[in-house]
T-cell receptor, first 113, second 117 residues
Framework: KNQVEQSPQSLIILEGKNCTLQ??????????LRWYKQDTGRGPVSLTI?????NTKSNGRYTATLDADTKQSSLHITASQLSDSASYIC????????????FGGGTRLMVKP | DTEVTQTPKHLVMGMTNKKSLKCEQH?????MYWYKQKAKKPPELMFV???????INESVPSRFSPECPNSSLLNLHLHALQPEDSALYLC????????????????FGPGTRLTVL
């Protein structure tokens, strides 16, 4: 069964600090991995997408990495801001005909002043 | 226009009520989705419409009835819901249906927060 596990479940950091969120998956065959940011009560917004051949992708202060061999991804947030407080969801798409999405449980990040 | 809109933002209904959730996109996308999301949980897929036809129904109870009147609109009709159906209901769309390749991104709407009393 395809699974996506994220850690930690929740994280509190001080404004200006960096943090790294982890994602492990067992989705096979693999197509792509996206990191989404979801503000409370809002829909997820895509931050990055990586396919099999990509091992790093940046979007402003967000940098995602992918190790397709170990089936691990990370999302690094640099110089955190209060507006980074949100849930970060790792979503992996399989490469079967249906391209189904498997969602991770998310990491709830709180940035404090 | 690169957004998915949903109405209403919030909805409170009794177990005997009939209500509808609406979703709209004007990006020319030909696939639209309904997800249910409980607090602190990831979204769960409910329905997929491909080219205005229902292609996936993830064993959703019949008290949820989807409808796709045209390529830009998606409705979710609600009837005789239970309190455990209270959740955030997310609509999403993608350029082509699932199977459209790695860059076939799903764009999500802001959701409707549903409370069933």
């Amino acid at each position: 069964k395809n699974q996506v596990e994220q850690s930690p479940q929740s994280l509190i950091i001080l404004e200006g600090k960096n943090c790294t969120l982890q994602c492990n998956y067992t989705v096979s065959p693999f197509s792509n991995l996206r990191w989404y940011k979801q503000d409370t009560g809002r829909g997820p917004v895509s931050l990055t997408i990586m396919t099999f051949s990509e091992n790093t992708k940046s979007n402003g202060r967000y940098t995602a990495t992918l190790d397709a061999d170990t089936k691990q991804s990370s999302l690094h947030i640099t110089a955190s801001q209060l507006s980074d407080s949100a849930s970060y969801i790792c979503v992996v798409t399989d490469n079967n005909a249906g391209n189904m999405l498997t969602f991770g449980g998310g990491t709830r990040l709180m940035v404090k002043p | 226009d690169t957004e998915v809109t949903q109405t209403p933002k919030h909805l409170v209904m009794g177990m005997t009520n009939k209500k509808s959730l609406k979703c709209e996109q004007h990006m020319g996308h030909r696939a639209m989705y309904w997800y249910k999301q409980k607090a602190k949980k990831p979204p769960e897929l409910m329905f997929v419409y491909s080219y205005e036809k229902l292609s996936i129904n993830e064993s959703v109870p019949s008290r949820f009835s989807p409808e796709c009147p045209n390529s830009s609109l998606l409705n979710l009709h609600l009837h005789a819901l239970q309190p455990e159906d209270s959740a955030l209901y997310l609509c999403a769309s993608s350029q082509v249906p699932l199977g459209g390749g790695p860059y076939n991104e799903q764009f999500f709407g802001p959701g409707t927060r549903l409370t069933v009393l």
